[in-house]
């Protein structure tokens, strides 16, 4: 078979599923086997696929027909012009997060701040991000251990150096720092069954559930930050679309000031700010 035979009958079967993107996953499943990018497959399309090749395509077109997300299949991910490893103790990356992890960088230089946590680090893209991109000592967090080894990995990956803590939010964490940072789990509990099978069957679960009502997390996060927050520090906070006047209440209340709701590229809100007051 030829690679541009393979991408069409790859297509051709994801299609059939009802498989969204297919053409592009079609694309990352042949590039991927052969080794080719999406532009060397468009240049040779008549480059013969060996048993092997073929091999590796017909198993990774099973996963994804299972709905196995493209990024665990093909093991990374792109987040903030990095690449990173992903996997099934992680959640995937994704573009709302970016725009939170642009949001804190533009803070951290306006206000040069120097020390900054992430709670809840997953892969850690925002904490190697972070580190990549600002003169930060930064540390991170998770409750999970393989998310841990998956983010030190990340770390090494893209030649940073982070900190990290195995801690359930902050319960491991005993130093003041100038940012903290969090995407914590925000859907609602009962919202998680009706999400795509993608993410409601394979993303971590503990990385999704919010509580009942979503905001089970940003409690704790804006009752507790205060005491690892150095004086005038920033509480950056990715939220759900529908979540800032709830999130920002729950800021106001513990003593927050400066707080502002800010959007995505999609126009919706999607990062929420406080400062501490004193």
Do not use: W
């Not at 960088?105 to 946590?117: A, G, M, N």
């Not at 940012?179 to 925000?186: C, E, G, L």
């Amino acid at each position: 078979m030829k690679a541009k035979e393979a991408v069409i009958e790859v297509k051709k079967r994801l299609e059939e599923s009802n498989i969204p993107s297919a053409l592009l996953d079609a694309q990352l499943i042949v590039g991927k086997a052969t080794g080719m990018t999406r532009a060397l497959l468009l240049a040779y399309p008549d480059r013969e696929l060996d048993e092997k090749e073929n091999d590796c395509i017909c198993d990774m077109l099973k996963k994804r027909l299972s709905r196995i997300p493209m990024q665990y299949i093909l093991g990374s991910c792109e987040f903030m012009g990095l690449e990173f490893d992903v996997n099934e103790s992680t959640l995937i990356p994704r573009n709302d997060t970016e725009t939170v992890t642009e949001k804190a960088i533009e803070i951290i230089k306006s206000k040069k701040y120097r020390t900054v946590l992430d709670i809840g680090t997953g892969s850690g893209a925002i904490a190697v991000s972070i580190a990549k991109y600002t003169d930060t000592k930064v540390t991170a967090t998770d409750i999970s251990q393989s998310a841990l080894d998956t983010a030190r990995q990340n770390a090494k990956k893209n030649d940073v150096d982070v900190v990290f803590v195995k801690s359930d939010l902050f319960s491991d964490i005993k130093d003041k720092f100038d940012v903290i940072i969090s995407n914590p789990p925000y859907i609602k509990r009962d919202v998680i069954k009706t999400l795509m099978p993608e993410v409601r069957d394979h993303e971590p679960i503990t990385a999704l559930d919010g509580g009942e009502d979503g905001l089970d997390f940003y409690r704790v996060i804006a009752r507790e930050a205060p005491k690892h927050l150095n004086k005038g520090g920033a509480l950056i906070l990715e939220i759900g679309y529908d979540q800032g006047s709830a999130v920002s209440e729950l800021m106001k209340i513990n003593n927050f000031d400066e707080i502002s709701v800010n959007k995505d590229l999609s126009g919706l809100d999607r990062v929420v700010i406080g400062h501490k007051i004193c």
